[in-house]
């Protein structure tokens, strides 16, 4: 099975400023990867598809790039709202995988 | 408005059964492959498994394989998981979540809250 890593496992970051999120596959998966967005008590919710399209509703600040193995998620101005766990999903082969998540809090 | 019900959790003891079920709204079910997935503090979200929009094809994780099977009824809009042979590492929070295409085996769009499976003696 394909192998998401996440890094950083927490990543601190001061309202206003940019949060950069990473996300590698253990083979690639072409663009088949997706980012949810998931906080306390509530369920995930899809934020990014096809490694770089902005579900329904999301704001633009928030972007997805990359193909094959490295993936960014970018936060460009971190909003109150924005502190929660972030995965990313791998949809191109085998069983579907997910990363081991990276925790944005405040700094 | 797009919801996601599960139910039917609990505490179980080892080697015994379950049966989860998730009433759907505000989309036209059938038209959708559905999954179940789970997540623990330890080891994250895992997919479990998943079944197309008209029900004749399912999908399963290796660690549930044999011992769970999905179901869907389109005409009560519900997805089930029949869960036996439990373990304790089978516990965690199940979550049914709407697959963004009609076949199973691409992103979710839309996760339910989630229920909690508690496998212990």
């Known amino acids: 099975e394909v192998v998401m890593t996440q890094s950083p496992a927490t990543l601190s970051v001061s309202p206003g400023e940019r949060g950069t999120l990473s996300c590698k596959a253990s083979q690639s998966v072409s663009s088949h990867l997706a980012w949810y967005q998931q906080k306390p008590g509530q369920a995930p919710r899809l934020l990014i598809y096809g490694a770089s399209s902005r579900a329904t509703g999301i704001p633009a600040r928030f972007s997805g790039s990359g193909s094959g193995t490295d993936f960014t998620l970018t936060i460009s101005s971190l909003q109150s709202e924005d502190f929660a766990v972030y995965y990313c999903q791998q949809y191109n082969n085998g069983p579907l995988t997910f990363g081991g998540g990276t925790r944005v809090e405040i700094k | 408005e797009v919801r996601l019900l599960e139910s039917g959790g609990g505490l179980v003891r080892p080697g015994g059964s379950l049966r989860l079920s998730c009433a759907a709204s505000?989309?036209?079910?059938?038209?959708?492959?559905m999954s179940w997935v789970r997540q623990t503090p330890g080891k994250g979200l895992e997919w479990v498994s998943g079944?197309?929009?008209?029900?004749?094809?399912?999908f399963y994780a290796e660690s549930v394989k044999g011992r769970f099977t999905i179901s869907r009824d389109n005409s009560k809009n519900t997805l089930y998981l029949q869960m036996n042979r439990l373990r304790a590492d089978d516990t965690a929070v199940y979550h049914c979540?709407?697959?963004?295409?009609?076949?199973?085996?691409?992103?979710?769009?839309?996760w339910g809250l989630g229920n909690l499976v508690t496998v212990s003696s």
């Open positions: 079944i197309s929009g008209s029900g004749g094809a399912t």
């Open positions: 505000g989309f036209t079910f059938n038209s959708y492959a």
């Open positions: 979540a709407k697959d963004s295409a009609r076949i199973s085996g691409s992103y979710f769009d839309y």
